[in-house]
């Protein structure tokens, strides 16, 4: 079984696996190499051979235990014919959102428009079997998407104003977002991914009293559907105020957490597999303290399903010794 599997499926607790959030990115030359001579982003994450390239790339220099598809979450919007351009230095900016053209496009459509991801997918998942490691498929939850789609850009702290204006457009959004998550979902794993991750980056900007409506039911619908795949899911509902209550609501196979929250709190209260925590920004002190804060979570862990990841995406600013000594510190662990 892989490293992944064993602490996810099989709840062991004497080993802990890692990888890193964002470990195919800018913080490597070898990928900051062929993304100056690829401008387009979403070009270069349909440009199979590169971005198997690319997802591999961390693979090779830290032998992590799971690679992470280089794509985007926003390759969902692309696939529905919603305009995504990533500008430098301002992040993403989404064209007008047609809910009525959207409507029309079927499964062949939008399979058509990004198979190249499912084909980077295949690639990757035949070399990382071979060395018994795992490979990560992922979306987007249908709440940070959601933003994305009616936001146009990173909402930052606030969405626009009048975002909730119209319940019944909105619904109709959440609703097509879902159903072609589990499009996209099914071809991931039908190409080999062997576990899905969700990534829900804009809880932060509900009141607890939304939850229900936009986190915990579509994200159940996606989670019981990965389930029925027979395929591990790991959701990551970033700075939600209650990890508890979405695991017995949701119940995901792990959950991720941030780097805001007690892992002390989170150990006592969770029974389920744990991944991640470390704040990316302790990968820019210096290697001290970094060994200390790992072994923080390691020791906290000690007896728990544990993943070792960190609380948010690698910054593109971080040297890469130091996730060097970061995999050391945890493997010598
Ligand atoms: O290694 C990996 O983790 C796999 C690839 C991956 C990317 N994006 C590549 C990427 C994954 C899993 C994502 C997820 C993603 N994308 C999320 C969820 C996680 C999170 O960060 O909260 C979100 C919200 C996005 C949307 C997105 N994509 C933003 C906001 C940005 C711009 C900000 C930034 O960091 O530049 C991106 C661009 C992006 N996605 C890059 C990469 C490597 C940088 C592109 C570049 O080279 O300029």
């Not at 830290?62 to 979450?73: E, P, T």
């Not at 058509?112 to 498929?137: C, D, F, Q, R």
């Not at 009293?209 to 039911?217: A, K, M, S």
Request: glycine content about 4%; proline content about 6%; aromatic content about 10%.
């Amino acid at each position: 079984m892989t490293p992944l599997h064993e602490v996810i499926i099989n709840n062991k607790t004497t080993i802990n696996p890692v990888w890193i959030m964002r470990q195919a990115g800018r913080y490597l030359p070898e990928f900051r190499e062929i993304r100056k001579e690829n401008p387009n982003f979403i070009e270069l994450c349909l440009n199979h051979k590169l971005s198997s390239e690319i997802t591999l790339q961390p693979i090779k220099r830290f032998d992590f235990d799971a690679a992470i598809i280089f794509s985007d979450i926003l390759m969902l919007p692309y696939g529905l014919n919603q305009k995504v351009d990533f500008k430098k230095n301002f992040g993403p900016t989404l064209g007008n959102l047609d809910i009525k053209s959207m409507s029309k496009i079927d499964e062949i459509d939008f399979v058509e428009k990004i198979y190249p991801v499912y084909k980077a997918i295949k690639s990757v998942s035949l070399e990382m079997n071979s060395k018994n490691k795992n490979t990560i498929g992922f979306v987007g939850a249908p709440w940070t998407l959601l933003v994305y789609m009616i936001n146009q850009q990173s909402p930052k702290k606030n969405v626009k104003k009048d975002f909730f204006k119209d319940d019944f457009l909105i619904n109709r959004i959440l609703l097509l977002i879902e159903k072609f998550l589990k499009i996209h979902i099914k071809h991931q794993i039908e190409n080999g991914a062997n576990v899905i991750q969700i990534f829900d980056s804009w809880v932060g900007l509900l009141e607890e009293r939304d939850y229900p409506n936009y986190i915990y039911t579509p994200t159940l619908n996606l989670v019981d559907y990965v389930k029925s795949l027979n395929v591990p899911v790991i959701c990551f509902p970033r700075e939600i105020r209650n990890y508890k209550e979405f695991v017995e609501i949701v119940k995901p196979d792990a959950i991720n957490i941030d780097y805001n929250v007690d892992p002390l709190m989170i150990c006592k209260n969770i029974k389920i597999p744990v991944q991640g925590g470390l704040d990316p920004k302790i990968l820019l002190t210096d290697k001290e303290n970094l060994k200390k804060e790992t072994l923080k979570y390691l020791n906290i862990f000690k007896d728990h399903p544990y993943i070792f990841n960190l609380g948010h995406g690698i910054l593109p600013e971080t040297n890469p010794d130091m996730v060097e000594f970061l995999i050391k510190t945890v493997r010598d662990y």
